[in-house]
């Protein structure tokens, strides 16, 4: 298949060649059945650990198993650490691991069995792979369970399984897929606790997939949202968060009602919320500094000032509007 | 990564040749096929025929056993290309329940549990998981077919001398061809139809129904065209027509009947059975069609359009 020249560029480009992305999307689409799925996505990927945030369809499993090389692109392509999903998949799959949504397993093996072969799989020598299934069994919390057969673990033990077996070769990325689906509060912990360990490792990217926007907050510091097979936002979490500064709650002490007057002549919307409370959104001109201006002409104290983050659930709705208006 | 520490870590260690990873489904495999103390006790039983083979064989060559038996040369079967081609056909029957234990949960227990994408996430083709598997039968079907059998030819060279090795060396070529083929067709039916039906038992009894219900139908054709020709829709048929051509014992006339006219005269009827190359042909098309099975239905996902 003959690449287009904007891509062939990109492909070429020596600076994304000497830095490689975790991912590169170059203009990725895929269809099913002339159905689009995957809409051109572009973009380099760069975080530690990326969410994969979008409403259901939007497009993220499908995306994660492209990358995978379930599915061939149906036009440009993508990169990871620097390989082709295409011509090299096979050097990508060596790098990655893979933790699928659903119960995946084979049945009638223990549990140190199945992550033994599916570290020999990835190429581990015999005895390698057997030290580090159980290493890796011990890791995620199964090490008492490890010679039980798999279709005897609950539903959270068979998560950790298939974490365990996505580990075992110690792969640079690791795609999760729904790892806290059906989990209950202290396995969720528990599940989280070992992706946020696996990141502040350092030893391996992660990219999240997740429809639990509270998972994704707590472990990843990128996020990528898609909405119906495009991209919607890509950003670093944090960044975005500081970026949105025009919130603010105030608690006050003094002449409350003068105060919000005189707000209200400044053109900035508030809320009260009594006890002395004030949410504030400023508008365009206004800073902060004009607030305490306003503040020590009315006789009022400003107990306290913050402002109020953005959390993932103002940013996805947020993306999810700023594209098409309705979820 | 140790066990005390707790941390992840990645691997840096050497890795396998990538050629020979394929191997790994099949030493996987064994432990659980071997734990069967009956699939066990049937696979050494496999073996009892070639030990009477083995007899045989020696008996032939030695006088003083027969002497002790009270039993002349003359009076055991001659070790020819029918000696061997029995055997062969017996070996392959075994080979057949064999796959009928073994092939059905190969595939189908990965399908159930949703194992592929675990497989094809890593470093592993959909080509390299097709061959593991069928490596699990071909590896353990050779060891009751043309191995053992190779392994007597050869006992009965050394015994029987250089020359007859020489002169006889196409029978080897005859016993390796016959069973691989045979032992190739029971491993594809197998996977193909572990690949389709999900549960044990009915893959068996899948498989057993693809090789009788046609054979059935091959001899109602027979019947009613005066032919031998149905021969073509039985598996069982076709690799009859295939080992005997391999032996050099194939005939194309497969027998002869006589009706009665309605002047009472008699006429003969000479029951052709299909050329060789048409057996060939049917054998190639049932593998194709169990290989398109295996390449449409090995997939990390399906994808429904």
Redesign the interface.
Known sequence: MALPASLQQELTNPQTLNDPAVIDLLGLSIAFGGRPILKGLRGDLRGKAIGLLGPNGAGKTTLIHTLLGFYEPTAGSARIFGHDIVDQARQIKSLVGYMPERDAFIAQMSAVHFVRLMGELSGLPQEAALERAHEALFYVGLGEARYRKLETYSLGMKQLAKLAQAIVHGPRLLFLDEPTNGLDPPARLRMIKLIREIRDSGQANIVLSSHLLLDVEECCDEILILRDGQIAVYCNLEEERKSNRKFLMLETRGDQAKFVEALKELGCEYATSGDHRLKIVLQGGVEVRDLYELAAREQVQLRRLSYKRDSLEDIFLKAMENNHGSL | ???YE???????????P?WS?FL?IPR?AY??VFKSKLFTAFFVICFVPLLVEAILIYLHHNSNALGIMQLQVRELVPIDASFFQTFVNLQGGFAFFVALLVGPPLVS??L????L?????????RTEYVLGKMSVLLILLSFITWIPQGLLFLFQSYLEGFGWFRENLWMLMAIFVGSVVWILLLALISQAVSALVKWRVIASGAILGIFFIPSVFAEFINLVFLTHWGHLMSLAALMRNISAGLFGTFTDTGGTIRLENFDGSFREIILREPPLWLNWGMLFLVCAICLGLLSKKV???E???
């Open positions: 990564m140790a066990v707790q941390r992840y870590k990645r691997y840096a260690g050497p890795l396998t990538e990873r790994i996987h432990r659980g227990r990965d159930r549990n949703n194992a994408p675990l497989y094809l996430c890593r470093p592993f083709s997939k990390a996902y994808v429904v359009k």
